[in-house]
């Protein structure tokens, strides 16, 4: 058995932070009744259709648990680890090779006998195995499953990567699972997934000139961020003349980035745009290759356009509805080192704020229309337009195929003779390896989708992110600034939450109202010192570095001394084992490392506490036991204790807190003396086959 969520009781649902669907006492469970109708919307459409052994007449709703047999699972640098959990659970052959995917993407730059040997490693596997295998400099895994025709509409497809949002953008429900999963998927077909809440994004309005799809996200992130879809899947709708203003590679963009935004997926509907993408790529494919693609035909794309019928019910349900007007929208900037902080272009140039290093790599924002798009900026300068001394600009394409459009077209060579480094098409510094990362005390700006202090460099840095227009006419500037194509909008930016439905009535709970079953072997409570991590957003990059993330075998102690280095590099210094860590929202944001989880437990922490937490990170500590229990009203008190003395990023707090597992109770007591608690969810048990077990 693995242990699952420890879920908030009810009367959290007045805390707008903690979504309701995680609440086991009013949210909808597993025997969701059939007579609701087929008004599901295109997430709970698609879900429907891979999920596995459901009772006869099950409509799946948000909220429900389900066995999914994803369409594709791609994992990347992180296959040989996934491998390795695959043998220890005693599988030695995959159950449908067509379902996986391996691409090598993350650290191609990394020539030691170390790295080299791993992907010797996940290279022989694939062959063993009978499973596709892309080698490294090939592409990015993301942009490698979109084009080879992998990530398919209307599908439900994963990867042991969090960016695996990006195949909304062609209508195909991406979801991250995390390394244990894709090794249950290798050996099983399935992994288990709660659908979650749904919140419907409507657009309107066409986005005025020099305004892109990264800056609709960018601003997305900016304009709701106060985590108002922290753990949703998305759906992006709107009238035919907006969704036409977004180009699938802006869609690609948008999706790609609805991770930083907090949300599990980033769904776009099937249209008429998409269907030209799609039939444009299958043209590409048959002139390169002087015959039919494997998978992305003319044929199957018109076949697939002919018969789908795959949209979101007129009728649907979401848990929330947010509205932005695409035509009041500026280029944004995200930063410094945060995503959720963004600044409209034009307010931020008037601070001359000097760069020293420059980027267009990552999934996000490095196919060839993002190159030409920067290769522009040269352009309009003239023949000889250069860099500005004293910074680097660095570009990677997303794959070889998008390289080779960008060098077709002649742009990839415009940025080269203006002085751009090329890297290896793949990942690099936006995860923090290889060549060109921060140093102490430099600013840079970046197309890539996260800017986490530490990530890309030193901590002592600053990364600020935006589109690869405004990323190309900083580099030329020395500063950040524009290329001066945008047209400014007529009136301020507008955007909207609709108001959210009335949330179920609440209930009181007391300590000895149930009881929960204990396995054998597991403690009937943890108890100990709570130390206060007082941020929200606190994201796997702070947790575990990027640096360390693709180093296989780190021993415990240097985990367990590395641990939360990004947030505060006295937090191993401050916390002893045994202690009980307690931090604000959204913790464990961010990318689907599993050492997030991992290094806490090697550093003797056994329970985290927090307002709400990412769901991978929850998925993480699932599958690798670190207990985690939701607890807002905790957070709350502490930041009224201590309110007013003085800004520590890890505090002892003298605080006691003892979880009841078996009451299902959090008991505190203060430094004070001063004793209270408060109910929490039952513990739920997830075991190891298809079938599911609740005690909630």
């Known amino acids: 058995m693995v242990l699952a969520r420890f ?42 259709r891979f999920s596995k052994d459901l009772p ?27 491998a390795t959990k695959f043998f220890s659970i005693g599988a030695t052959k995959v159950k449908d090779t067509e379902q996986i995917v391996l691409t090598l993407d993350h650290d191609v730059q990394n020539k030691s006998e170390a ?44 990867a042991s990567d969090s960016h695996s949002n990006m195949y909304g953008g062609i209508s195909c429900l991406g979801t991250p699972v995390v390394r244990t999963d894709a090794a249950a998927i290798w050996a099983t077909g399935r992994t288990w997934w709660q659908i979650p809440p749904v919140a419907k994004v409507e657009l309107d309005g066409v986005l005025p000139k020099g305004v892109t799809g990264k800056d609709v996200i960018v601003a997305l992130c900016g304009l709701f961020n106060k985590d108002d879809v922290l753990n949703h899947a998305i759906e992006f709708t709107g009238p035919e003349e907006t969704m036409a203003s977004l180009r699938i590679d802006d869609r690609l963009a948008i999706a790609n980035m609805t991770t930083e935004w907090g949300a599990l997926s980033g769904l776009f509907p099937m249209d008429s745009m998409l269907k030209r993408w799609m039939l444009q790529k299958a043209s590409e494919h048959q002139a390169r290759l002087g015959g039919e693609h494997g998978r992305l035909t003319q044929q199957r794309v018109e076949a697939l356009f002919a018969q789908n019928t795959l949209r979101a019910h007129p009728e649907a349900s979401y848990a929330k509805t947010l509205r932005l007007d695409l035509s009041t929208l500026a280029p944004y900037v995200a930063g410094p080192n945060s995503v959720k902080v963004a600044t409209p272009l034009p307010e931020l140039e008037q601070q001359n704020i000097a760069i020293q290093k420059a ?9 060839a229309s993002d190159i030409g798009a920067a290769a522009a900026v040269f352009r309009a300068k003239g023949p000889d337009a250069k860099i500005a001394d004293g910074v680097e600009f660095y570009i990677a394409a997303a794959s070889t195929l998008e390289q080779a459009a960008a060098e077709k077209a002649g742009d ?36 890539t989708n996260r800017n986490f202090k530490g990530r890309m460099g030193s901590r002592e840095a600053l990364a600020y992110l935006a589109s690869p227009e ?40 007391e300590a000895s109202e ?44 240097t985990m367990a001394q590395v641990v939360m280095e990004n947030y505060d590099s006295d937090f191993t210094n401050i916390v002893n084992a045994g202690d009980i860590v307690i931090s604000g929202y959204n913790f464990g944001t961010g990318s689907s490392r599993e050492q997030a989880a991992t290094a806490l437990l090697a550093k003797g922490i056994r329970l985290v506490l927090a307002g709400s937490f990412g769901n991978i990170f929850s998925r993480n500590s699932i599958n690798n036991a670190l207990m985690t229990v939701e607890v807002p009203e905790l957070v709350a008190r502490l930041r009224e204790e201590f309110k007013g003395q003085g800004k520590a990023l890890t505090r ?25 608690g408060m109910k929490v969810g039952d513990l739920c048990l997830l075991s190891t086959s298809s079938s599911l077990r609740f005690g909630c």
């Open 7 to 48: 879920l908030a009781p009810s009367r959290h649902l007045r805390s707008p932070r903690i979504q309701s669907y995680l609440q086991p006492r009013v949210a909808r469970g597993l025997a969701t009744v059939a007579s609701l109708g087929p008004r599901q919307n295109l997430t709970e459409k698609i879900v429907q």
């Open 56 to 82: 006869a007449g099950k409509i799946v709703r948000s909220g429900d648990y389900v066995s999914i047999q994803p369409h594709k699972c791609m994992t990347h640098d992180n296959s040989w680890p996934v």
């Open 115 to 158: 790295n080299l040997r791993k992907y010797r490693n996940i290279e022989e596997f694939a062959k063993q195995q009978g499973i596709v295998f892309y080698p490294a400099g090939r592409g990015i895994g993301h942009q490698i499953m979109v084009e080879e025709g992998y990530a398919w509409p209307g599908t439900l497809t994963v």
């Open 359 to 367: 980027y267009l790599v990552s999934c996000t924002n490095s196919r």
């Open 412 to 447: 990839w060579q415009i940025l080269v003779n203006a002085g751009a480094k090329p890297l290896p098409a793949g990942c690099g510094p936006c995860i923090g390896l290889g060549t060109g990362l921060l140093q102490d005390g430099e600013v840079g700006i970046s197309a």
């Open 470 to 509: 405004v990323v190309a006419a900083s580099a030329l500037k020395g500063s950040i600034a524009g290329p001066g194509t945008y047209q400014a909008a007529t009136q301020a930016v507008t955007f909207t939450t609709a108001a959210a439905a009335p949330a179920a009535q609440e209930t009181a709970f």
């Open 514 to 557: 149930s009881k929960t079953d204990i396995l054998p072997g597991f403690p009937s409570s943890i108890e100990g010192e709570l130390v206060f991590c007082d941020a929200d957003n606190i994201n796997t990059d702070g947790i575990y570095p990027g640096k360390y993330t693709y180093q296989d075998n780190v021993p415990k102690e």
């Open 652 to 676: 002892r707090t003298g605080w006691k807190v003892r979880w009841d597992v078996e009451k299902s109770w959090v008991e505190v007591t203060e430094k004070s003396g001063k004793t209270w």
